[in-house]
């Protein structure tokens, strides 16, 4: 739908109909002091009339036209281009957790996540900005918001397990703290994670609040296996095992307007990954057309002008 970013400006064309009443208002008197003055001017005039009339309500017209064209272009006009898209805010939440080490994915559940994560970066619209954040026992940025993608690669790349528990939620809502810090673009988080939330400042629940608040997008990815993981032993030598919270995961996509993808392996999470360029719906960029209405009156004046002083102009 069209729109304008100064309507007021279109007020403009109330002009219009009062230029043409005092059009002719005007070319009434000065009709009728042509005829007081010499009615044998009126008379030759009058033989004439026909053709200058026309030229008259042409030139009029175009004047007409021209004025408003100025004033709609002032207004700013605006349309949404069905191929024309906002880059988005993307951010990339990543669980790095000891758990993230456990060896079912290869060459483990994080390097496999890097991977998958790399290969939808480069595969990202060149519009989108990228942004990685990480969360073990607290959340920290490894990658702030950028257009430059081999930036954010080259970090992504650096980004080693930390061990300890899963603070999903204070991953969570850095990253859509992340994600709003530029303005005007569509907002879209990421988030891996293999376990359940069990350390942090901020529950899940909370930073789920705070992502609806500033209208963030969040497709959650569960990463698991069929059968439970040992990735390490506590000091009495017992298993630890890699616990996947899917209800918390499906929570936050379904209240935000994502998906939750749940992850067996290193191919369906490279899948996963692959799928979710196409899935990021970007909002239609309104592309500004002023340009047009005043190029649109320039020709009706230069037509006007042609008119009045060509070849064949007797105004």
Same mark, same amino acid.
């Given at each position: 739908?069209?729109?304008?970013?100064?309507?007021?400006?279109?007020?403009?064309?109330?002009?219009?109909?009062?230029? *043409?009443?005092?059009?002719?208002?005007?070319?009434?008197?000065?009709?009728?002091?042509?005829?007081?003055?010499?009615?044998?001017?009126?008379?030759?005039?009058?033989?004439?009339?026909?053709? $200058?009339?026309?030229?008259?309500?042409?030139? %009029?017209?175009? !004047?007409?036209?021209?004025?408003?064209?100025? *004033?709609?272009?002032?207004?700013?006009?605006?349309?949404?281009?069905e191929n024309t898209k906002k880059g988005a805010n993307v951010i990339f939440a990543l669980d790095i957790s000891g758990s993230m080490l456990a060896g079912d994915y290869k060459p483990d559940r994080l390097g496999a996540a890097k991977d998958s994560v &790399?290969?939808?970066?480069?595969?990202?619209? $060149?519009?989108?900005?990228?942004?990685?954040?990480?969360?073990?026992? =607290?959340? !920290?940025?490894? &990658?702030?918001?950028?257009?430059?993608?081999?930036?954010? %690669?080259?970090?992504?790349?650096?980004?080693?397990? $930390?061990?300890?528990?899963?603070?999903?939620?204070? =991953?969570?809502? +850095?990253?859509?703290?992340?994600?709003?810090?530029?303005?005007?673009?569509?907002?879209? @988080?990421?988030?891996?994670?293999?376990?359940?939330?069990?350390?942090? *400042?901020?529950?899940?629940?909370?930073?789920?609040?705070?992502?609806?608040?500033?209208?963030?997008? @969040?497709?959650?990815?569960?990463?698991?296996?069929?059968?439970?993981?040992?990735?390490?032993?506590?000091?009495?030598?017992?298993?630890?095992?890699?616990?996947?919270?899917?209800?918390? +995961?499906k929570n936050i996509a379904d209240k935000t307007g994502g998906i939750y993808y749940k992850s067996v392996d290193e191919s369906t999470l490279h899948e996963i990954y692959s799928n979710l360029n196409d899935e990021i719906e970007r909002e239609t960029e309104?592309?500004?057309?002023?340009? +047009? /209405?005043?190029? %649109?009156?320039?020709?009706?004046?230069?037509?006007? /002008?042609?008119?009045?002083? =060509?070849?064949?102009?007797?105004?």
């Amino acid at each position: 739908m069209t729109g304008f970013d100064d309507p007021l400006w279109l007020a403009g064309l109330l002009l219009i109909p009062l230029l *043409f009443v005092y059009h002719h208002h005007y070319k009434g008197i000065r009709q009728k002091s042509a005829i007081e003055f010499s009615r044998i001017s009126y008379i030759k005039a009058a033989q004439e009339g026909t053709k $200058k009339s026309r030229q008259e309500q042409i030139l %009029l017209a175009l !004047s007409l036209i021209a004025v408003a064209m100025i *004033f709609i272009g002032l207004a700013n006009p605006h349309i949404p281009l069905e191929n024309t898209k906002k880059g988005a805010n993307v951010i990339f939440a990543l669980d790095i957790s000891g758990s993230m080490l456990a060896g079912d994915y290869k060459p483990d559940r994080l390097g496999a996540a890097k991977d998958s994560v &790399a290969m939808l970066i480069k595969n990202l619209e $060149k519009e989108d900005y990228v942004g990685v954040v990480t969360f073990e026992g =607290g959340a !920290s940025s490894a &990658a702030y918001l950028s257009p430059d993608k081999e930036r954010v %690669l080259n970090k992504l790349e650096s980004i080693r397990s $930390k061990g300890g528990n899963t603070a999903i939620g204070d =991953g969570l809502a +850095l990253a859509a703290d992340m994600a709003v810090s530029i303005p005007g673009r569509k907002n879209v @988080v990421i988030l891996l994670s293999d376990g359940e939330n069990n350390a942090g *400042f901020i529950s899940p629940e909370e930073a789920l609040s705070f992502a609806n608040e500033r209208g963030v997008q @969040v497709f959650t990815i569960g990463v698991g296996s069929e059968k439970p993981v040992i990735y390490d032993y506590d000091m009495f030598k017992n298993p630890l095992y890699a616990v996947l919270d899917e209800n918390t +995961l499906k929570n936050i996509a379904d209240k935000t307007g994502g998906i939750y993808y749940k992850s067996v392996d290193e191919s369906t999470l490279h899948e996963i990954y692959s799928n979710l360029n196409d899935e990021i719906e970007r909002e239609t960029e309104e592309t500004g057309i002023a340009w +047009l /209405f005043f190029l %649109l009156s320039g020709i009706m004046i230069i037509s006007g /002008f042609l008119i009045r002083y =060509g070849k064949r102009g007797v105004i």
